[in-house]
């Protein structure tokens, strides 16, 4: 059975840093990866989408890396901002079109 | 909006109350899926449409819960006899069957049971 890990669990940093947010999951046998962003009391966005045959894609301040064989992802976000503050949360999907299973989140202050 | 929309946005039922809860999703979008997401925690999968047909009703925690759409659009998530345990978000979204498959979700319905 899929699982999947967030570390850390909360995360504070001030204006302007770099955020680093990680995701481990443990069947690398992957479809695509999912990076999603979800404010208190709302849905998901989807933030980045990364198949399993790539290892990256970008969004203006956002980057995130795949490396299906060590079942790691990580979200970089530069220059962070106060307004970069919520929970970002990643899923994988074992095949076209399937579920989604989730991490449980790394939930993110960024202290203006 | 041309995003995913769901009703009622917050529900209170008292326990053993029969509730129902509304997916509209993107037009033209084949795959649906309602996912739980208890208080601080990653959603989970519930079930699973692909137009009318539920491919997948593997994560539905009991018989209470039941999932139906019937015309291949909106989506309807049933839970009779509400027990305090199924106080949770849920969370529907949709997708195509095409360009990487990304799932898109609405903003949820809080269920509180008291």
């Known amino acids: 059975k899929q699982e999947v890990t967030q570390i850390p669990a909360a995360l504070s940093v001030p204006e302007g840093e770099n955020l680093v947010l990680n995701c481990s999951f443990t069947?690398?046998?992957?479809?695509?990866l999912q990076w999603f962003r979800q404010d208190p009391g709302k849905g998901l966005t989807s933030l980045l989408l990364?198949?399993?045959?790539?290892r990256e894609q970008t969004s203006g301040r956002l980057n995130a890396s795949l490396d299906k064989s060590s079942g790691r992802s990580t979200l970089y976000i530069a220059a962070s901002q106060p307004g970069d503050s919520a929970t970002y949360l990643c899923?994988?999907?074992?095949?076209?079109?399937?579920?989604?299973?989730f991490g449980g989140g790394t939930r993110v202050l960024v202290k203006p | 909006g041309a995003g995913v929309s769901q009703s009622p946005r917050y529900k209170v039922a008292k326990r053993g109350q029969d509730v129902a809860l509304r997916c509209d999703p993107i037009s033209g979008h084949v795959s649906l899926f309602w996912y739980q997401q208890a208080l601080g925690q990653g959603p989970e999968f519930l079930t699973y449409f692909q137009n009318e047909a539920q491919l997948d009703k593997s994560g539905l925690p009991s018989d209470r819960f039941f999932a139906e759409r019937p015309e291949g659009s909106v989506s309807t998530l049933k839970i009779q006899r509400t027990q305090q345990e199924d106080s949770a978000v849920y969370l529907c979204?949709?997708?195509?069957?095409?360009?990487?498959?990304?799932?898109?979700f609405g903003p949820g319905t809080r269920l509180t049971v008291t």
């Open positions: 899923a994988v999907s074992k095949a076209a079109g399937n579920k989604l299973t």
């Open positions: 979204a949709s997708s195509l069957l095409r360009t990487g498959y990304e799932q898109y």
């Open positions: 990364i198949q399993s045959s790539q």
């Open positions: 069947d690398s046998a992957i479809y695509n």
